[in-house]
């Protein structure tokens, strides 16, 4: 499976951008979590959403704000990010794998990575 993601860029606090991660291969097989690291700081699990996308999961620091979602017939997963803040700001990475309930957040969880976009939210 090899991803690539997409959509980073500039943000005004308040404002929205859309990430996309397109994958190659058996994506709609893996669950795809989103994982970002500022600089700085440890990497931290955003949001997951599993392979038929009927479970989601979102870190309590985005929860209301940010919304995952997949289309399988594109081998796409998307991250709706609205209501940004400067603390969102990061380097942004998909990923594929089976986590299990508990290590959802966990990077050791997801065996195939994409390069990741750059947002930045500032005035």
């Known amino acids: 499976v090899q991803l690539q993601a997409s959509g980073g860029g500039l943000a005004q606090p308040g404002g929205s951008l859309r990430l996309s991660c397109a994958g190659s291969?058996?994506?709609?097989?893996?669950?795809i979590g989103w994982f970002r690291q500022a600089p700085g700081k440890e990497r931290e699990g955003v949001s997951c959403i599993s392979s038929s996308g009927g479970k989601t999961y979102y870190a309590d620091s985005v929860k209301g704000r940010f919304t995952v979602s997949r289309d399988n017939n594109k081998n796409t997963v998307y991250l709706e990010m609205n209501s940004l803040k400067p603390e969102d700001t990061a380097v942004y990475y998909c990923?594929?794998?089976?986590?299990?309930?508990?290590?959802?957040?966990?990077?050791?969880?997801?065996?195939?990575w994409g390069q990741g976009t750059q947002v930045t939210v500032s005035s």
């Open positions: 990923a594929a794998g089976r986590p299990i309930t508990s290590t959802i957040t966990k990077g050791r969880s997801y065996d195939y």
């Open positions: 291969g058996f994506m709609d097989y893996f669950s």
